[in-house]
């Protein structure tokens, strides 16, 4: 149980252009999903607080113009970077948990993106 | 000061080893504690929850010291296939149940 389903798991895409990544939870309801961007050899760093039915929560230093996040339902949840430079190249991974308990999170595959 | 902090490693040990990390928290708050195996280009996966009284699955051993703030996980008879990253992970009370990870502790285990 508790899977999550990313993709696409990657992308390549010219600068200025905008990418789409879909996170959903497929045999359970996440009312809040998270989104990590990952650097090479660094860790997971926190994006931002996806919520059904709300607005995003951003971290520090994320731009919330530039990174739209869409929680519309109860299952998906999406992030488009808009205009895309060469410097957003990373590793973008969800999450969602499943209860309110200590669960660990269960991540999406994840997506590889390049900006060219 | 990271929040949550981790040797990178590498550690590279011969198989049938016993390797521990540790990783330390900054924040008191911490509510609840996990470690997750990364493998390269993949996303992480929960190798256990930890939990105050210290907890054992198989060949891994958990352990959560709140007075000192750190956890740690031990690995014995170490396998080729636990090669991975290992990154602690941590929810503050009232963090609004999101997770805060360590950079990561690389495991090479040699043949």
């Known amino acids: 149980g508790a899977v999550v389903s990313q993709h696409p798991s990657w992308v390549i895409c010219k600068s200025g252009t905008s990418v789409k990544i879909e996170c959903r939870s497929l045999?359970?309801?996440?009312?809040?999903m998270f989104w990590y961007r990952q650097f090479p050899k660094q860790s997971l760093m926190l994006m931002a607080t996806?919520?059904?039915?709300?607005?995003?929560?951003?971290e520090q230093g994320v731009e919330k113009d530039k990174f739209l996040i869409n929680h519309a339902s109860l299952t998906l949840s999406t992030l488009t970077v808009t205009s895309a430079h060469p410097e957003d190249s990373s590793f973008y991974i969800c999450?969602?948990?499943?209860?309110?308990?200590?669960?660990?999170?269960?991540f999406g595959s994840g997506t590889r993106l390049t900006v060219v | 000061r990271k929040e949550v902090e981790q040797d990178p490693g590498p550690f590279n040990v011969p198989e049938g080893a016993t390797v521990a990390f540790n990783c330390t928290y900054s924040?008191?708050?911490?509510?609840?504690f996990f470690w997750y195996r990364q493998d390269c280009r993949k996303e992480p996966k929960l190798l256990m929850s930890?939990?105050?009284s210290g907890n054992e699955d198989g060949r891994f051993t958990a352990q959560l010291n709140r007075a000192s703030q750190y956890i740690s996980l031990l690995i014995r008879d170490s396998k080729l296939s636990d090669s991975a990253t290992y990154l602690c992970?941590?929810?503050?009370?009232?963090?609004?149940?999101?997770?805060?990870f360590g950079s990561g502790t690389q495991l090479t285990v040699l043949p």
């Open positions: 999450s969602a948990a499943r209860g309110q308990g200590n669960y660990g999170y269960t």
């Open positions: 045999d359970f309801q996440a009312t809040t």
């Open positions: 996806s919520n059904e039915g709300s607005k995003a929560t951003y």
């Open positions: 924040n008191s708050a911490s509510q609840s």
């Open positions: 930890v939990y105050s």
């Open positions: 992970a941590v929810k503050y009370r009232g963090s609004a149940r999101q997770l805060t």
